[in-house]
């Protein structure tokens, strides 16, 4: 028996046991976590710090200290965001998941 036919047969068989069940697969698909925004936003805080407190001051030092950190605290409350599309993109149907025989 060739090959070909034999796959044929098994993907007929298979189509024909469990052809009416949706196959999944789980992914890691990864999200914003705001990571970068918060990173910068501390980094800005750390320099407005230095700045203030070794390099002879900062004019508005509190008023620009309080924006930074109602921004990171805004932020630091975001959900995490999930890729576009994500939930139903990975759902495949098991004829297609067999290279559409059926």
């Known amino acids: ?55 002879n001051g900062v004019p508005d030092f509190h008023k620009r200290m309080q924006e930074l950190e109602a921004e990171h605290a805004r932020v630091s409350a975001l959900p995490r965001g999930e890729a576009e599309g994500a939930q139903d993109r990975d759902r495949q149907a098991l004829p297609a998941a067999l290279g559409g025989h059926g």
Do not use: F
């Open 1 to 55: 028996m060739q090959q070909d036919v034999l796959n044929e047969a098994v993907a007929a068989k298979l189509l024909e046991v469990i052809g009416r069940y949706e196959l999944t697969e789980k992914r890691l698909i990864e999200g914003d976590d705001h990571s970068a925004t918060l990173k910068k936003l501390g980094t800005q805080i750390a320099d407005l710090t230095t700045q203030h407190y070794v390099h």
